[in-house]
């Protein structure tokens, strides 16, 4: 059975949610049928979560952003494309201390770029997603 690619996004958007504030959010590929299991530190989003669940065999766990390198590189990646040489040094900058992201994208608004930064962001996670479930056995519907 396969997974269908907007329930992974969603689950994988789940779990990088919680990298981001320190929760502990997890999400699942269920490997016979491509249902997604997802639990959170608040209970309200949870599944009932299998006894088994840590089995490899079963099911998959879904990967953040941090772990399929979506996060501060994939935003430089962009800048450097994207931006003026003085605009990519401002973001980087950015990312030196806290609040980067929103700066980074006050700027792309500036710029008049949010929307191919979402774009951007939407294709490589798409690939990343894609790649992790080739190398995990799982099949995409799309």
Not at 60 to 88: C, I, N, W
Not at 99 to 113: E, K, Q, S
Request: a negative charge.
């Amino acid at each position: 059975m396969a997974v269908k690619l907007d329930e992974l996004i969603l689950a994988h958007d789940f779990v990088s949610g919680g990298e981001a504030t320190g929760m502990a959010d997890m999400a699942w590929v269920e490997r016979a049928t491509g249902r997604i299991l997802m639990r959170g530190d608040d209970e309200e989003y949870s599944d009932e979560i299998p006894d088994d669940i840590d089995d490899p065999e079963k099911y998959a766990e879904v990967p953040g952003k941090y772990e399929l390198d979506l996060g501060v590189h994939l935003v430089m990646d962009f800048a450097r494309r994207h931006l003026s040489d003085g605009d990519f040094d401002r973001v980087r900058s950015y990312f030196r201390r806290p609040g980067a992201y929103a700066r980074f994208t006050n700027l792309l608004d500036r710029r008049g770029l949010r929307e191919r930064w979402y774009r951007f962001e939407r294709e490589a996670k798409e690939r990343a997603l894609r790649e992790w479930c080739e190398e995990e056995g799982i099949q995409i519907e799309d």
